[in-house]
C-alpha cells in the first residue's frame, strides 16, 4: 500500500546484500552470502526479503541454502537491515565432476553435515540514499 506524500518517500524496490560464516562444522566452514530478491518497502513497514544461493567452496564443496530475512530493522540515519539465519543444506557425495545448480555436491566422499548461520545484511542498494 502507498504511502501518502510524494513519489520519493514511497517505498522504493531495492535489496541487501549480505555475507555471514557459517559454524565450523566438521572442521571447517563456509561463506553464506549474496543479495536478497528485490522488494519494495521502507525502513518502518516490517517487509522482508527472501534469498538463496551457494555457500563458499570449502574441502571440495558447497552447500545450497534459501531463506526469508527478518523483518526491516531501522537505522538512526533512515536506511535499515535485516537479520539473516538458517540452516545450509546437507552436503551430497556425487560420483559426478561438480556442476552448479540442484541440492549440494562433492566429489570427494565425506561425512554427511550441515552448518547454521546467522547476521545480517547490509544496508538497502538501488535507491538514493536518506535525506539525497
Request: net charge neutral.
Amino acid at each position: 500500500m502507498p504511502v501518502p506524500g510524494n513519489w520519493w518517500e514511497q517505498p522504493r524496490v531495492h535489496t541487501h546484500g549480505f555475507a555471514v560464516p557459517s559454524t565450523i562444522e566438521e572442521n571447517h566452514q563456509h561463506l553464506v552470502n549474496g543479495f536478497t530478491k528485490p522488494v519494495n518497502g521502507s525502513s518502518y513497514d516490517r517487509h522482508t526479503h527472501f534469498y538463496n544461493g551457494l555457500t563458499s567452496f570449502e574441502r571440495e564443496h558447497y552447500h545450497r541454502y534459501y531463506g526469508e530475512t527478518g523483518p526491516a530493522i531501522p537505522l538512526a540515519d533512515g536506511s535499515h537491515y535485516h537479520g539473516v539465519s538458517g540452516r545450509v543444506y546437507y552436503n551430497y557425495t556425487s560420483p559426478l565432476p561438480i556442476v552448479f545448480g540442484g541440492v549440494v555436491y562433492s566429489n570427494v566422499e565425506r561425512p554427511r553435515h550441515d552448518h547454521k548461520y546467522e547476521g545480517r545484511t547490509g544496508s538497502p542498494l538501488g535507491f538514493y540514499p536518506p535525506n539525497y
